[in-house]
């Protein structure tokens, strides 16, 4: 049996709660990522090994520090309500993940996994690259939204912002992966 | 109408799914593992025997005596890194003792080799080989053929690498050798 | 709106909506297998065509893994519940009858419940290969009729993995965890309630590919899964490693909304000091998971990118094979922690209701459980103090001995709230004191294994399998029980025959005491663990010890039939049967799907368990505030 209408009842926690409690997830992903970044050390050393594409760690760095302007437009404008405005930076920052899932795999080809750097190399860079799938799917996912229900979208603004919000937190991961990885 | 859909997706979904496993298994036991219960090529039968960490496929073989065979023997170890594994048929087993009177004793080898006295054919050459067996490194293969002696009875092939651990877990398979068809 | 409609119906069936089970309902869930299955075997084929080998390589057991549980979750009703309506897509109507118990569903209740069903499952099947393996040590001979120290090896592995991960990890922070946790907090439900839904979803493929495993290789490594024995295993090691980090990230689904419900949707007025001590125990061993699994999540998966994508992590030129288990110990030293602090939670719920007495010294056992968190999180080198350097023994031996101390707080609490108090002795309470005095033998026979000298002599031996038994089963599963028992009338509306309960009560006490015991003395007199073949001098007690575990095995036969019976036709359960003054009892049992009813809302003024003269009711309701 099935009745409409009781989502806002069964499911009544704020939207700073949603908002806030993401977090929590955003921590777990991050001590992950904090777990491969500490590894880098272990198996890979001190030194950067030669051969490393160093150029396109560096571009792939300077775009998702660039891409924080999208980032910072989208999320005021959803915090003022301009939902339409907003989706037009959600697109940039998509286009930006897809960028980047491209970048990584491009970089594999410089490193051999069987070495130690190469080995956790892949494996960070992979691991990021699979958080790139999913926030891009969830920019995709917000921009059918934005399209096909609007009011839906700005009922549920919370999960447009926290997916800006884990765009932000993906560009604090990349820019650490980039130090421990490339500068280290 | 709900509970109707569902019950089509769900006989649908149940006829791909045999459909799959069907399909899977056969093409594992006919393109994979092409071993051939013995396909037989210009009078000599012909099996592959291939080499997993710790079994053979297949497990089981049936000769007859004066048959022409031809082995080809294939190592598969699925690990990584893969290991190297042997091939040697025989019948009783040499023992060491491992430290624990009651537990069942190491395998080390066999005290009976089924090739003793048999000429094999292999890299155009053709003699009897003291000791016979095929030790293979991973993703080789050796190929071999010879005539089943009259040696009838029950024989196994097993590996004993690594002090008998291979053997311990389960490496071993059973040829019956019958007599000669029509004897 | 629609609402006060759901409300009239849902205070009158049972859980929500009237319409009767039919079997049509369970389709979802047959549906959810068939997809895993074609997922399974349609990517494990074309990789094994693609590459070149057979479907039974690591490989394509890893892809097929990965697309049999896309295929499962795609089955499950995800997509109509979650995913098509995050893109934006039609909206499928909130599902409130029994229908939601067989399909993905938002629901935190339904979600617990069949947690329950699951964990009962899980503990049946590991518990037979636990009978397995005590008919394979009936003899010190290796036996012909019986497992092959190959399949004994598999069997154990199976065993622990499945009883840790898919049973210990989720009977009490997930079957009733989930379900308490809201409404103890006095909300509706949870923060996040579509990923507590999926973090149930995870957890058949998980058990089902363990279970499994035998039949591409199996695996030799035990729960472990150490390198470099790993990768000379059966290919049956992927399953391992992939189940074990499915069943992990399904118990930090689970953490992230104990977390979130905690911190942002605690009832009006309900401080920390005021949050009930079940919750506490829940948000310890969230914090756990949320902080230490990651270590040992990427172990798993680095141990997998070894098999099949050729990395040297553990093995090889540059592999570091301690590096695994600093790794793997990290969380699953935790673990234990995990599986403990909501069972010592527990006892203080039930405790001060059955003895209705104020809960003795609050904030220290709040403290205790948090100090278990914390000081746990950093002592899981104890497990392998033969393979480190010496540096590292002192420093581990005595940050774990110092666990002992918030442990002795919520002990201590347990007893002062006893002291002098007329306890009513119904069954949960009497499987938590059971409970108690298990995990005081495990606790105690703990303090040998942490000292580093003794260590060495016990390390690896039954000694270790004694007391880990002790703290798990003996504590836990009993805890699990009384907690089964103590909610049983929430869920059901009904309770639980009393006679069987105490009957198997005394019979696991026994027959565990039994069976367990005996191991201390065989692991000092030199039986290592994880042997299909041992010494002739230890064939008697290992006799006692089979027998033993048979009855005990048997026994649980006695709480399944009596938890099935009493939920088809037990005695009708008033609201409170226990006089508890917990939120979870305000709300009629069994519990509706919308468990506070719209229209009033309710004000925490002291803490749940203060049964003393004259406290006042924690817990005062009031119409909802005009404009909310």
């Given at each position: 049996?099935?009745?409409?209408?009781?989502?806002?009842?069964?499911?009544?926690?704020?939207?700073?709660?949603?908002?806030?409690?993401?977090?929590?997830?955003?921590?777990?992903?991050?001590?992950?990522?904090?777990?491969?970044?500490?590894?880098?050390?272990?198996?890979?050393?001190?030194?950067?090994?030669?051969?490393?594409?160093?150029?396109?760690?560096?571009?792939?760095?300077?775009?998702?520090?660039?891409?924080?302007?999208?980032?910072?437009?989208?999320?005021?404008?959803?915090?003022?309500?301009?939902?339409?405005?907003?989706?037009?930076?959600?697109?940039?920052?998509?286009?930006?993940?897809?960028?980047?899932?491209?970048?990584?795999?491009?970089?594999?080809?410089?490193?051999?996994?069987?070495?130690?750097?190469?080995?956790?190399?892949?494996?960070?860079?992979?691991?990021?690259?699979?958080?790139?799938?999913?926030?891009?799917?969830?920019?995709?996912?917000?921009?059918?939204?934005?399209?096909?229900?609007?009011?839906?979208?700005?009922?549920?603004?919370?999960?447009?912002?926290?997916?800006?919000?884990?765009?932000?937190?993906?560009?604090?991961?990349?820019?650490?992966?980039?130090?421990?990885?490339?500068?280290? | 109408?709900a509970a109707g859909k569902g019950t089509g997706v769900v006989l649908a979904s149940g006829v791909l799914c045999a459909a799959v496993i069907f399909g899977a298994l056969r093409w594992e036991h006919t393109v994979a593992l092409p071993m051939s219960a013995g396909k037989v090529v210009n009078g000599v039968h012909r099996y592959t025997i291939n080499e997993f960490n710790y079994y053979y496929v297949p497990g089981h073989l049936?000769?007859?005596?004066?048959?022409?065979?031809?082995?080809?023997?294939?190592?598969?170890?699925?690990?990584?890194?893969?290991?190297?594994?042997?091939?040697?048929?025989?019948?009783?087993?040499?023992?060491?003792?491992?430290?624990?009177?009651?537990?069942?004793?190491?395998?080390?080898?066999?005290?009976?080799?089924?090739?003793?006295?048999?000429?094999?054919?292999?890299?155009?050459?053709?003699?009897?080989?003291?000791?016979?067996?095929?030790?293979?490194?991973?993703?080789?293969?050796?190929?071999?053929?010879?005539?089943?002696?009259?040696?009838?009875?029950?024989?196994?092939?097993?590996?004993?690498?690594?002090?008998?651990?291979?053997?311990?877990?389960?490496?071993?398979?059973?040829?019956?050798?019958?007599?000669?068809?029509?004897? | 709106?629609?609402?006060?409609?759901?409300?009239?119906?849902?205070?009158?069936?049972?859980?929500?909506?009237?319409?009767?089970?039919?079997?049509?309902?369970?389709?979802?869930?047959?549906?959810?297998?068939?997809?895993?299955?074609?997922?399974?075997?349609?990517?494990?084929?074309?990789?094994?065509?693609?590459?070149?080998?057979?479907?039974?390589?690591?490989?394509?057991?890893?892809?097929?893994?990965?697309?049999?549980?896309?295929?499962?979750?795609?089955?499950?009703?995800?997509?109509?519940?979650?995913?098509?309506?995050?893109?934006?897509?039609?909206?499928?109507?909130?599902?409130?009858?029994?229908?939601?118990?067989?399909?993905?569903?938002?629901?935190?209740?339904?979600?617990?419940?069949?947690?329950?069903?699951?964990?009962?499952?899980?503990?049946?099947?590991?518990?037979?290969?636990?009978?397995?393996?005590?008919?394979?040590?009936?003899?010190?001979?290796?036996?012909?009729?019986?497992?092959?120290?190959?399949?004994?090896?598999?069997?154990?592995?199976?065993?622990?993995?499945?009883?840790?991960?898919?049973?210990?990890?989720?009977?009490?922070?997930?079957?009733?965890?989930?379900?308490?946790?809201?409404?103890?907090?006095?909300?509706?439900?949870?923060?996040?309630?579509?990923?507590?839904?999926?973090?149930?979803?995870?957890?058949?493929?998980?058990?089902?590919?363990?279970?499994?495993?035998?039949?591409?290789?199996?695996?030799?490594?035990?729960?472990?899964?150490?390198?470099?024995?790993?990768?000379?295993?059966?290919?049956?090691?992927?399953?391992?490693?992939?189940?074990?980090?499915?069943?992990?990230?399904?118990?930090?689904?689970?953490?992230?909304?104990?977390?979130?419900?905690?911190?942002?949707?605690?009832?009006?007025?309900?401080?920390?000091?005021?949050?009930?001590?079940?919750?506490?125990?829940?948000?310890?061993?969230?914090?756990?998971?949320?902080?230490?699994?990651?270590?040992?999540?990427?172990?798993?998966?680095?141990?997998?990118?070894?098999?099949?994508?050729?990395?040297?992590?553990?093995?090889?030129?540059?592999?570091?094979?301690?590096?695994?288990?600093?790794?793997?110990?990290?969380?699953?030293?935790?673990?234990?922690?995990?599986?403990?602090?909501?069972?010592?939670?527990?006892?203080?719920?039930?405790?001060?209701?059955?003895?209705?007495?104020?809960?003795?010294?609050?904030?220290?056992?709040?403290?205790?459980?948090?100090?278990?968190?914390?000081?746990?999180?950093?002592?899981?080198?104890?497990?392998?103090?033969?393979?480190?350097?010496?540096?590292?023994?002192?420093?581990?031996?005595?940050?774990?001995?110092?666990?002992?101390?918030?442990?002795?707080?919520?002990?201590?609490?347990?007893?002062?709230?006893?002291?002098?108090?007329?306890?009513?002795?119904?069954?949960?309470?009497?499987?938590?004191?059971?409970?108690?005095?298990?995990?005081?033998?495990?606790?105690?026979?703990?303090?040998?294994?942490?000292?580093?000298?003794?260590?060495?002599?016990?390390?690896?031996?039954?000694?270790?399998?004694?007391?880990?038994?002790?703290?798990?089963?003996?504590?836990?599963?009993?805890?699990?029980?009384?907690?089964?028992?103590?909610?049983?009338?929430?869920?059901?509306?009904?309770?639980?025959?009393?006679?069987?309960?105490?009957?198997?009560?005394?019979?696991?006490?026994?027959?565990?005491?039994?069976?367990?015991?005996?191991?201390?003395?065989?692991?000092?007199?030199?039986?290592?663990?994880?042997?299909?073949?041992?010494?002739?001098?230890?064939?008697?007690?290992?006799?006692?010890?089979?027998?033993?575990?048979?009855?005990?095995?048997?026994?649980?036969?006695?709480?399944?039939?009596?938890?099935?019976?009493?939920?088809?036709?037990?005695?009708?359960?008033?609201?409170?049967?226990?006089?508890?003054?917990?939120?979870?009892?305000?709300?009629?049992?069994?519990?509706?799907?919308?468990?506070?009813?719209?229209?009033?809302?309710?004000?925490?003024?002291?803490?749940?368990?203060?049964?003393?003269?004259?406290?006042?009711?924690?817990?005062?309701?009031?119409?909802?505030?005009?404009?909310?």
């Open positions: 049996m099935a009745v409409e209408n009781t989502g806002s009842l069964m499911d009544p926690a704020p939207e700073r709660a949603k908002r806030g409690a993401f977090f929590f997830p955003m921590l777990f992903m991050g001590i992950i990522c904090a777990a491969w970044d500490l590894g880098r050390f272990l198996w890979g050393g001190m030194g950067v090994p030669k051969g490393v594409d160093f150029k396109t760690g560096a571009v792939l760095t300077v775009i998702m520090l660039l891409s924080m302007g999208p980032m910072l437009g989208a999320r005021g404008k959803l915090s003022r309500g301009q939902d339409k405005a907003a989706l037009g930076n959600f697109m940039l920052l998509m286009v930006i993940g897809i960028v980047m899932i491209a970048g990584i795999i491009f970089t594999w080809g410089a490193v051999p996994i069987a070495t130690g750097y190469g080995g956790i190399y892949d494996a960070t860079s992979g691991w990021l690259g699979l958080y790139f799938v999913a926030v891009t799917l969830a920019f995709l996912a917000s921009i059918m939204k934005g399209k096909r229900v609007p009011a839906r979208f700005g009922a549920e603004r919370w999960v447009a912002h926290n997916v800006v919000s884990f765009w932000g937190f993906m560009v604090l991961l990349w820019t650490v992966f980039f130090i421990v990885f490339y500068l280290a | 109408m049936t000769w007859h005596v004066g048959e022409k065979v031809q082995l080809t023997i294939m190592d598969r170890s699925q690990s990584a890194p893969p290991l190297p594994h042997q091939f040697a048929i025989g019948r009783d087993l040499v023992t060491r003792n491992n430290g624990f009177p009651h537990s069942q004793a190491l395998a080390v080898g066999w005290k009976t080799n089924f090739f003793d006295g048999v000429a094999i054919t292999a890299g155009g050459q053709t003699q009897p080989i003291p000791a016979f067996s095929v030790s293979l490194n991973p993703g080789q293969k050796f190929t071999f053929s010879f005539t089943v002696p009259n040696k009838p009875g029950k024989w196994h092939y097993a590996c004993f690498l690594q002090t008998g651990q291979h053997y311990m877990n389960g490496m071993h398979g059973r040829i019956d050798v019958l007599p000669a068809q029509g004897a | 709106m629609a609402t006060t409609d759901v409300q009239g119906r849902a205070a009158g069936g049972a859980g929500g909506g009237g319409q009767p089970f039919v079997w049509s309902m369970v389709l979802p869930m047959v549906r959810a297998g068939l997809f895993g299955f074609i997922g399974y075997f349609a990517a494990a084929w074309i990789t094994a065509m693609v590459t070149h080998t057979v479907i039974v390589n690591p490989l394509p057991a890893t892809l097929g893994y990965v697309f049999g549980l896309l295929g499962w979750l795609a089955g499950s009703g995800i997509w109509s519940g979650w995913i098509r309506r995050a893109f934006g897509g039609e909206e499928a109507p909130s599902l409130t009858g029994v229908e939601r118990y067989f399909q993905f569903s938002s629901d935190p209740k339904a979600t617990a419940v069949r947690y329950v069903i699951f964990n009962v499952a899980a503990f049946l099947f590991a518990g037979l290969a636990a009978m397995a393996i005590r008919i394979e040590l009936l003899t010190p001979n290796s036996t012909s009729w019986w497992l092959s120290e190959v399949h004994y090896n598999m069997t154990f592995g199976i065993h622990g993995v499945v009883m840790l991960l898919a049973v210990a990890a989720s009977v009490i922070v997930g079957g009733m965890g989930y379900y308490l946790l809201p409404i103890m907090l006095g909300a509706r439900t949870v923060i996040y309630p579509r990923l507590l839904g999926l973090s149930w979803w995870l957890l058949p493929p998980a058990a089902v590919a363990v279970f499994l495993s035998p039949l591409i290789g199996g695996f030799q490594t035990g729960w472990w899964g150490y390198p470099p024995l790993a990768q000379n295993s059966g290919s049956g090691i992927v399953f391992y490693t992939l189940g074990a980090a499915t069943l992990l990230a399904s118990s930090v689904l689970g953490a992230l909304n104990i977390i979130g419900t905690i911190v942002y949707m605690r009832a009006k007025g309900m401080s920390l000091g005021r949050v009930p001590m079940f919750v506490w125990g829940l948000f310890a061993a969230a914090t756990i998971l949320i902080v230490e699994a990651p270590a040992t999540f990427t172990g798993t998966l680095m141990d997998l990118s070894d098999m099949i994508l050729g990395s040297h992590f553990y093995t090889g030129p540059t592999g570091i094979p301690l590096a695994y288990d600093d790794q793997f110990w990290w969380l699953f030293h935790p673990e234990v922690y995990v599986f403990a602090l909501p069972a010592f939670a527990l006892w203080l719920e039930i405790l001060p209701a059955a003895a209705q007495r104020p809960l003795f010294a609050r904030n220290w056992a709040i403290a205790g459980l948090l100090g278990v968190s914390m000081v746990g999180a950093m002592l899981g080198v104890h497990h392998y103090f033969t393979a480190v350097s010496a540096e590292r023994m002192p420093i581990f031996m005595t940050i774990t001995e110092t666990v002992s101390i918030p442990t002795g707080f919520v002990f201590l609490a347990a007893l002062g709230t006893l002291w002098g108090g007329r306890l009513k002795l119904s069954s949960p309470v009497l499987l938590s004191l059971m409970a108690m005095m298990n995990f005081l033998i495990g606790g105690l026979t703990g303090i040998f294994n942490a000292d580093v000298p003794a260590d060495f002599q016990l390390h690896n031996t039954y000694w270790v399998v004694a007391h880990f038994h002790y703290t798990i089963l003996g504590a836990v599963i009993f805890s699990w029980l009384a907690g089964l028992y103590w909610w049983f009338p929430k869920v059901t509306g009904r309770m639980v025959n009393e006679f069987w309960a105490k009957f198997h009560a005394w019979w696991f006490f026994v027959f565990f005491n039994m069976t367990f015991f005996p191991m201390f003395i065989l692991g000092i007199e030199g039986m290592n663990r994880r042997v299909a073949v041992y010494l002739p001098y230890l064939h008697p007690l290992n006799e006692f010890v089979s027998i033993s575990a048979f009855f005990l095995g048997a026994g649980f036969l006695i709480p399944a039939a009596n938890l099935y019976f009493s939920w088809r036709s037990g005695k009708k359960a008033s609201q409170n049967p226990w006089g508890s003054k917990s939120l979870e009892w305000h709300s009629p049992s069994p519990t509706p799907y919308i468990v506070f009813p719209e229209g009033s809302e309710v004000t925490v003024v002291g803490p749940n368990d203060n049964y003393a003269d004259g406290a006042p009711e924690p817990f005062v309701w009031a119409p909802t505030t005009a404009g909310k």
